[in-house]
Structures are given as structure tokens and as C-alpha cells.
């Protein structure tokens, strides 16, 4: 959630410009005009801390749990330039290695063997070393949000981005790319870096280079067939985007944010439909849980959204009914969810969806089956939490929440606790 391109709210803790939690969503991280923290999300605690005169932190992309950041500068006075990476060593507390570019640095995406630097029109991909040798150069419609998502799995390596149209998503295995040389693209490193042995970064062997260097008579050609689909995911364009942990299933949503699709990877199928509300929204983010058997949704409404992603996880309901929300229309099963106006998901549903050949496509919807509120509306990045049923939100006011749902019932969100991390002095 980068905040420095965004109109502030009143709600906004002063100074914050990013907030945005690591790839296990065990921890986040949140730019300041002065420089940046690390907290723990569960319990919440300060982890680290850079704070200085020396200027402001647009983005900060964690490694996990590592020392090693991707920090882009920002805000009115940017710590470093706005189109440069630093590969920072919060250990050290200097940077290890820096990516220069032409253009505005909007996003930046880290995996173990992979970085991939995200600009307005264009996504670079790196193998991902003290030395980093640029794999692939792709094209992009206007992204300038920043659009991009990794897997974390160690097996699949896959990435997705925007298309070169409006509304299509580029799936990407990354392990199917091949060096090539940079063009326009200079690297600058750390003489001290380079000498570091205890660096996690690994570098390509030397049967790679030797191979490369036979072939380095193309520059602008990979060394093997990649691998890349596109799916049309909407007809406006893409304003939010997510993978689950292993890169099989991916999530998109428009800029007019009512419906949130959910594709395999794969085969680029339609899995799930799911509608968020019926007036637009800003979407700020989609996550996975761990299993992949449900998404949880933010956006601008100040309300967070849970869905269910797989039949498995529906049992029958013996509850009393709740009240009905806004767009829902829904008679609770006593015996098997699909014959009641429940999608055969356990999402809320329409019970006239058995009309819904006939019937405009809303009376088809799946609705989520869960729901938390947000006391000010803030703009907030949401995740499944680490204890079983519980979502963490961190919003830009400076508050995390913790929030537990009932998998069975559904409903409105338990808020266990509230912290405020970022405080107005």
C-alpha cells in the first residue's frame, strides 16, 4: 500500500508512506518520511527501526524475516532516488547493492532466487545475487499502481503482472526464463558487498556463465522458451492483483471493484466469481490463506470481506439465522446450503439463483460469508493471521487489528484486539 501516490486522508498517520506485510504475512513493514520500520504482527512488536534526517521510504519490500530489504525512496524528501532499488542490509544499516533506471521505481518484488523490478510501462526480472544477471524484460499497459505478484513456493516460481491491454494478466514461470544482457540498464554495487561470504545471496554457477557467454551473440533473446499465458480478466482495468503461496490460483479485480475473480494459474480457468458489494470501490488487497480455501478483501468501504474459495470447507449450519446485509437476499439451510440460497461454497448467495438464467447475473452472486468493520474507514491491507480463523489489518491510520471469524457461521468478525504501531505526536 503505497501511500505517496494516493490523496491523503485525515485519518492518515502523519509521515506514513507505505505500509505492506512480508511473504508470510508473519510481519510487516511501513515507510516513513524519515525513513522506515519492521514490526512483528502477532504479537505486535517493533522489530527494527531506520530513522534519520536523511529523507523519506516509498516502499519497503521485505525477504521473509531476513536483514535484507528493497527500499525505493519517496515522499518530499526521498532518502534515495526515486528510480533507484537499494538492497539494503538492516544488520549493516547501509545498502549492499543499488539498480539504477531511467524511470520511476513502482513497485519491487523479492523471492529467494528472483527479484523483479516493477515501472510504469515495463517489469524487469533478475536471478537474484550479489551480481544480478537480468533474465527478462516484459511490457506492461499502464501500471501505475505497480501492479505485481509473486508465489513463494520454492517448487513453483511464478509471477504475474498486467498485460499490454487493459484488464489481461501476464502469468509468468519465472524458473522458465533465461539470462540475456540488460540494454539501458546500469548496476551498481558495493565494492564491501561483494566480498560479504556470509551473504544469503547465491551466486549462478559457472556452467551458467559459460553457457551464456556461447550464446551471447543476441542480446535481446532469452537462452530457452519461456513460459507465459494471458488471461482476460476484466474489461476495465486491473486495480488489484494476488497469488496464493504455490502460484496454482490467481485473484484480479477492476478498477470499478465490485467482483473479484479467482483463475487458475495453470490453465487461465474461471474458479470463483465472488462480489464484493454493488457501487465501486478502490480495492487495497487480496490474500490467500495458506490452503488457498479462502480470500480475504479490503477496500475503501472500510470493511473487509472473507470469502470461501472451496466446497470442502462448507458443513451444515445448525445456527440462527443472522440479520441480512446490504445486497443480500438469503433463506439459511437447515439441511444442504445449495437448496437454500447459499452457493454450493458456503457463500452467501441470492435464494432466486435458481432463476439466474433468466435473471440479471447479480442474483447469481456469491457474497462474502464474513465480514469486519473498520472504525475509520482507513485505507488498510488485510492477511490471514497465524492463529487458526483470525485476519490481521494494518491500516494507514497507524492501527492493527485482529479480528477472529466463525468458519461455521459466518458473520461479523470478532475484534480481539486493536494496537495503534503509528502515533500522532
Not at 190 to 215: D, G, K, Q, V
Not at 240 to 245: G, K, P, R, S, T
Not at 302 to 323: E, Q, S
Request: charged residues 20%; proline residues 4%.
Amino acid at each position: 500500500m503505497n501511500l505517496s501516490r494516493t490523496s491523503l486522508s485525515i485519518n492518515d498517520a502523519p509521515g506514513l508512506l507505505y505500509a505492506g506485510f512480508n511473504q508470510d504475512y508473519g510481519c510487516f513493514a511501513v515507510g516513513l518520511d524519515n525513513g522506515f520500520r519492521i514490526y512483528n504482527c502477532d504479537p505486535l512488536i517493533e522489530q527494527a527501526r531506520d530513522e534519520s534526517n536523511e529523507g523519506g521510504i516509498a516502499q519497503v519490500e521485505m525477504l521473509y524475516r531476513t536483514n535484507y530489504l528493497a527500499l525505493v525512496g519517496g515522499g518530499r524528501n526521498p532518502r534515495y532516488p526515486p528510480n533507484k532499488v537499494i538492497i539494503y542490509d538492516s544488520m549493516k544499516g547501509k545498502p549492499v547493492l543499488e539498480l539504477e533506471y531511467k524511470n520511476e521505481v513502482k513497485n519491487v518484488k523479492l523471492r529467494r532466487d528472483r527479484l523483479t523490478v516493477v515501472l510504469r510501462n515495463k517489469v524487469f526480472v533478475y536471478q537474484f545475487s550479489l551480481l544480478p544477471q537480468l533474465l527478462h524484460t516484459f511490457e506492461t499497459c499502464d501500471n501505475e499502481k505497480g501492479l505485481a505478484a509473486v508465489s513463494t513456493s520454492l517448487e513453483q516460481a511464478i509471477l504475474i503482472i498486467p498485460g499490454k491491454q487493459k484488464g489481461h494478466l501476464q502469468i509468468i514461470d519465472l524458473n522458465s526464463l533465461g539470462y540475456y544482457i540488460s540494454v539501458g540498464e546500469s548496476i551498481v554495487s558495493e565494492t564491501a558487498s561483494l566480498n560479504n561470504t556470509s551473504s544469503p545471496f547465491a551466486l549462478p554457477n559457472n556452467n551458467t556463465h559459460s553457457s551464456n557467454n556461447n550464446n551471447s551473440s543476441n542480446s535481446n533473446t532469452t537462452r530457452r522458451s519461456m513460459n507465459v499465458s494471458i488471461i482476460a480478466a476484466h474489461s476495465g482495468k486491473l486495480s488489484c492483483i494476488a497469488l496464493n503461496q504455490d502460484g496454482t490460483r490467481c485473484a484480479t479485480t477492476s478498477d470499478k471493484g465490485t467482483l473479484i475473480r479467482v483463475f487458475s494459474t495453470s490453465t487461465g480457468t474461471l474458479l470463483n466469481e465472488l462480489r464484493r458489494g454493488m457501487d465501486r470501490a478502490e480495492i487495497y488487497s487480496i490474500a490467500f490463506n495458506l490452503d488457498s480455501t479462502r480470500l480475504c478483501v479490503s477496500s475503501d468501504k472500510g470493511t473487509i470481506h472473507i470469502f470461501n474459495l472451496d466446497p470442502t470447507v462448507v458443513t451444515h449450519m445448525d445456527h440462527k439465522p443472522r440479520g441480512p446485509m446490504y445486497g443480500e437476499v438469503v433463506v439459511y439451510p437447515a439441511q444442504s446450503p445449495s437448496n437454500y440460497g447459499l452457493t454450493t461454497s458456503g457463500n452467501r448467495g441470492s435464494s432466486l439463483s435458481f432463476m439466474k438464467d433468466i435473471l440479471p447475473k447479480y442474483f447469481s452472486s456469491e457474497w462474502s460469508f464474513a465480514h469486519a468493520k473498520i472504525a475509520t474507514e482507513s485505507r488498510c491491507l488485510v492477511a490471514f493471521g497465524n492463529q487458526k480463523n483470525s485476519i490481521t489489518v494494518i491500516c494507514a491510520d497507524g492501527g492493527c487489528y485482529k479480528f477472529y471469524f466463525d468458519p461455521r457461521k459466518g458473520g461479523e468478525c470478532t475484534k480481539e484486539s486493536f494496537v495503534r504501531f503509528l502515533k500522532r505526536e
